[in-house]
């Protein structure tokens, strides 16, 4: 079987004849139809193998891989099952869109695939990317890359698990509130969660409107680098993709950061009382990489980083509230076998909407209530207000510093069944990458070291509205200087 | 006029959905409107939707331009101020015939607000304020048959402006006259085409009762749907007398919703407060706010065209219309238009203006208000064209034809039989004003009538209106009845 570290080294392969797209999305698939992981709900196998002899006639007849303009030729990639694809059944791991086929295709599938990437399969994740340990699938839970019984992190898990174990070259994940960056911590890959508008979300099954954006899960910064470049960029279907042209992240990424002039960010408010001391020491010996190739460490204070979880479990809770009701049995939605004696109308989006797991469920009820009259301006109102003082927190630390580095999560992977019993304990998982989806602001977790049990660490690093470039830059070097 | 007992006051304000007549939908690049030529009954259930406005998961609305240009137009023709920041909300509830589970709509930040609307109430002017405009999409229609109910969502996504008035009309008159004043704008700026069957322009009324000169206002009710001038002043009549006699027996009005049976004239409850949606609204988070540039707004001002009551005032001052003719001419958009166009052309024709105008509005208000009414059909989805028009006024001024053929010609052209000329000539509507025929009809009616014309010579005046009517009927209707009438009586002389 081959491993390749990177698209490059992919790419090299091609160009030296050493393997075909098509023989390695077989080897591909052959690994996840041996896998035990569950990362994949659906394998698009004779769509995939299609793809690939379309990529191998393009090498063939080209002589080469045009990188230039297909930098994703012959990539297999995972997509979450969030993400439409015309004619290809879409689930957001929910009972309720088991049968679900869209007739359309996401924005960023579309422009990946343009790219000459090859669509492999679509990704287990937390029921409509509601969790962190995906366990709340209705299609069962992913086991985590390395360590079995340890869950991957969620929501994107299956994202995590298939590029950890290396079931797919690279796979697309959502971020609402660290679905992304946890997941990528836990599994040792890198997971980026790019500015909020950077990549359209025509396409994304809605969790949060306001907080949900696409990134990529890949083993290198380098391939999230062509990920974003390709996939990002106004969308004239998505009112909310910044118009702003696109930098080159591929070339970016590549460059040296100018270490000398260089302000890393150490928010007091980020070492919390349990952060575990196998995360606290890796991130610690990060800053000191920094800090050894000429940046300056500067400490910061972002204030209201303790209300960041309430305010998007209002925010979050309440978007979600609204954007799941169109689940409702009429036209999406399985109808199960009991509505036959369904007595009116009411009863019958009770059954239907019986189906929904628990999370979900609990997050429909309590988006309900903030968005209720009376509750409205207790909750919704105020969360919304709290929130624009997390982003001014955010600027004003980005006076005095360029990025801000902190740990992805309080700790490693944990085990299977840990932590689903206390929802509460699991929401606080979060206060960390939270901050990034309120403020719209990019953020990235790369790889960086191991802590007890061998379990991966990943280190967070975030950056102003539209910084991706630098960011990418500084994680690409960070990556390579540990290596 | 509707009368109740003198004791009591009556409420009324008006929310007016408006459809906008857009191209394509508010949110999506699906055509808003059948295709052209085809009734809305016409079309295929369905035939316009795409992934956004059926409301796939995953999709987001994308707003059209267009739709900010129109609302902008009428809240300008309606005498608002428009915000340059709006905000787009989600009104969530559940039914099945809105995709998505909740509409897309405006709350606390709407385009438009506070206008005013003059109306006529009898010989009086009366102000109705505009409270606000807003803009939203229409949800799609449900169809239930005997044990399944079915779902189209042609007019899903569809644009709408609402135009909520302050409760300012004091009469089921009042209210008609500020719904027509309503439509009679939308369709003078263009923004509507006002087509009442089609649900194009519809109304729910607030009613409430009080006694006279009291403070406070009684309790509402809310009258749903409403989709007709003259249903909406016999719904609040009926409500009226419903919440009259409800009080004065000890009972007390419920803040409800109630629908209007017009076969039966008489409203019925649909549901009360208490199964009243919280409709949760909060900031579409789809969409960014609405800013609008001043000088935006002013370019759009500049293109808004003469309003009917203007064009109504001037129509009585330089046409000498009678007020009532001004008022049904400026009625709708497209009236109001055929009329200009076609004094435009026999001003050509060299007719004097006001003869043209007198001669056009008696058909406009006649048989065309009359062929309008009947067919359910505006006057601009007819085949009758300013041409057709300026031409029949032309023939009617130079006694081409008299007032009998004129209505049988006017027919015609409203069938699209072709042009004036060509239908005068097919059903031989040409008046026969040629002297030497007529007197040779004449003769022939006087020697078949000796005695009678003796009697008439000899005085009996009366007489004089037979013979007209039997040399009419020898020439088969067309003489010219003036000129008929003159030849007979210098028989007599």
């Keep these: 079987m081959s491993h ?67 930098p994703l030729l012959g990539i297999p990639l995972g997509i979450k099952d969030v993400l439409t694809m015309d004619g290809v059944r879409t689930t957001c791991a929910s009972k309720l869109l088991d049968n679900y086929i869209p007739p359309y295709t996401a924005t960023a599938v579309e422009r990946l695939e343009k790219a000459g990437a090859i669509s492999i399969g679509k990704l287990n994740m937390d029921e409509f990317a509601m969790g962190g340990s995906n366990e709340n699938s209705a299609y069962g839970p992913v086991d985590h890359p390395t360590h079995p019984g340890y869950v991957p992190g969620g929501s994107s898990g299956g994202s995590a698990a298939a590029v950890g174990a290396d079931l797919c070259a690279a796979a697309l994940g959502t971020d609402t509130g660290g679905s992304i960056r946890q997941p990528a911590h836990y599994s040792g890959i890198v997971g980026m969660k790019p500015t909020y508008g950077t990549v359209s979300r025509y396409g994304l099954v809605a969790f949060a409107s306001s907080l949900d954006q696409i990134g990529p899960m890949t083993k290198s910064v380098a391939d999230s680098a062509t990920l974003l470049e390709v996939m990002g960029g106004y969308d004239p279907l998505d009112s909310t993709s910044s118009e702003r042209t696109l930098e080159k992240f591929s070339q970016i990424a590549a460059k040296e950061p100018d270490w000398k002039n260089l302000r890393i960010g150490v928010p007091k408010e980020y070492w919390v009382d349990g952060i575990a001391d196998d995360v606290a020491n890796r991130v610690r010996e990060s800053l000191k990489f920094f800090e050894k190739k000429g940046a300056k460490l500067v400490d910061v204070s972002l204030p209201h980083t303790q209300y960041s979880v309430s305010v998007y479990y209002i925010v979050a809770v309440s978007e979600a509230s609204s954007n799941l009701s169109r689940f409702d049995g009429v036209r999406f939605g399985v109808r199960p076998a009991s509505l036959k004696d369904a007595k009116d109308l009411a009863d019958f989006y009770k059954k239907v909407r019986a189906q929904f797991g628990p999370e979900v469920k609990r997050r429909i009820i309590l988006g309900t209530f903030a968005l209720s009259s009376g509750y409205y301006d207790a909750y919704f109102r105020k969360a919304c207000q709290v929130r624009r003082l997390i982003t001014h927190d955010f600027n004003e630390a980005f006076k005095h510093c360029d990025f801000i580095a902190a740990p992805v999560s309080p700790t490693t992977a944990f085990k299977q069944k840990d932590q689903t019993m206390d929802p509460l304990k699991m929401y606080l998982n979060d206060i960390l990458t939270i901050p990034a989806n309120l403020s719209g602001l990019p953020g990235i977790s790369v790889p960086c070291g191991k802590g007890d049990h061998d379990l991966p660490i990943g280190l967070q690093l975030l950056g102003p509205a539209f910084s991706d470039g630098g960011l990418l830059s500084l994680a690409h070097a960070f990556e390579k200087g540990r290596a | 006029m509707a009368t109740w007992d003198p004791e009591f006051e009556v409420v009324i304000g008006l929310e007016i959905h408006a459809q906008l007549a857009t191209e394509t939908k508010i949110f999506c690049g699906c055509p808003a409107k059948a295709p052209e030529g085809k009734n809305v009954s016409e079309v295929d259930s369905n035939w316009n939707t795409c992934p956004v406005c059926a409301g796939h998961p995953g999709t987001l609305p994308k707003l059209n331009a267009r739709v900010l240009e129109y609302a902008t137009k009428a809240g300008l023709a309606m005498g608002c101020q428009i915000r340059e920041n709006s905000v787009f909300s989600r009104k969530n509830y559940f039914y099945p015939d809105l995709p998505k589970g909740y509409q897309i709509s405006q709350f606390d930040k709407p385009i438009c607000e506070n206008g005013t609307i003059e109306i006529d109430v009898g010989k009086d002017k009366k102000t109705v304020r505009v409270q606000r405009i807003h803009m939203e999409e229409d949800a799609g229609k449900n169809l239930h048959m005997d044990d399944f109910s079915l779902v189209n969502l042609n007019r899903a996504c569809v644009p709408l402006i609402e135009i909520v008035s302050e409760p300012d009309m004091r009469s089921p008159e009042e209210a008609g006259a500020y719904m027509r004043a309503v439509h009679a704008i939308v369709t003078t700026i263009g923004v509507c085409d006002g087509n009442l069957q089609e649900g194009n322009f519809r109304c729910d009324a607030n009613v409430s009762v009080m006694p006279k000169g009291s403070k406070t206002f009684g309790t509402r009710a809310e009258i749903k749907n409403v989709n007709s001038f003259r249903f909406v002043e016999k719904a609040i009549e009926y409500e009226i007398s419903r919440q009259i006699a409800l009080v004065k027996s000890g009972g007390k009005v419920v803040q409800e919703t109630r629908l209007y049976d017009s076969a039966q004239n008489k409203t019925f409850s649909m549901r009360s407060k208490e199964e009243a949606h919280d409709y949760r609204y909060f900031p579409e988070p789809d969409l960014i706010p609405v800013k609008l540039d001043k000088n935006w707004i002013e370019k759009i001002r500049e293109t808004l065209p003469e309003l009917p009551a203007q064009k109504r005032a001037r129509f009585v001052s330089e046409l000498g219309l009678s007020a009532y003719d001004a008022g049904v001419v400026t009625s709708t958009g497209s009236l109001a238009k055929l009329l200009e166009d076609t004094l435009a052309l026999t001003s050509k024709k060299g007719i004097d203006a006001k003869t043209a105008a007198k001669s056009a509005t008696n058909l406009l208000t006649g048989e065309i208000s009359r062929l309008s009414k009947e067919e359910e059909k505006d006057v601009s989805e007819s085949k009758l064209t300013a041409v057709h028009l300026a031409d029949l006024v032309h023939a009617i001024t130079s006694s081409l034809v008299s007032s009998t053929g004129a209505k049988t010609a006017l027919l015609a052209a409203w069938n699209g039989e072709g042009t004036i000329e060509s239908i005068i000539e097919k059903h031989g509507l040409k008046q026969v004003s040629d002297t030497g025929a007529l007197e040779a009809a004449i003769d022939a009616v006087i020697a078949e009538n000796a005695g009678q014309f003796a009697e008439m010579k000899s005085g009996k005046d009366k007489l004089l209106g037979f013979f007209v009517g039997q040399t009419m009927k020898k020439t088969g209707g067309k003489a010219n009845p003036g000129l008929l009438q003159e030849l007979i009586k210098k028989r007599l002389s």
């Design chain 1, 4 to 70: 390749f570290q990177n698209f490059s080294s992919i790419h090299d392969a091609f160009d030296a004849k050493k393997i075909s797209a098509t023989e390695l999305t077989k080897e591909y698939l052959a690994k996840i139809e041996a896998s035990k992981h569950n990362a994949f709900l659906t394998v698009l196998k004779d769509r995939a193998l299609k793809q690939a002899a379309s990529a191998d006639a393009i090498i063939a007849a080209k002589g080469k891989v045009p990188r230039a303009e297909m």
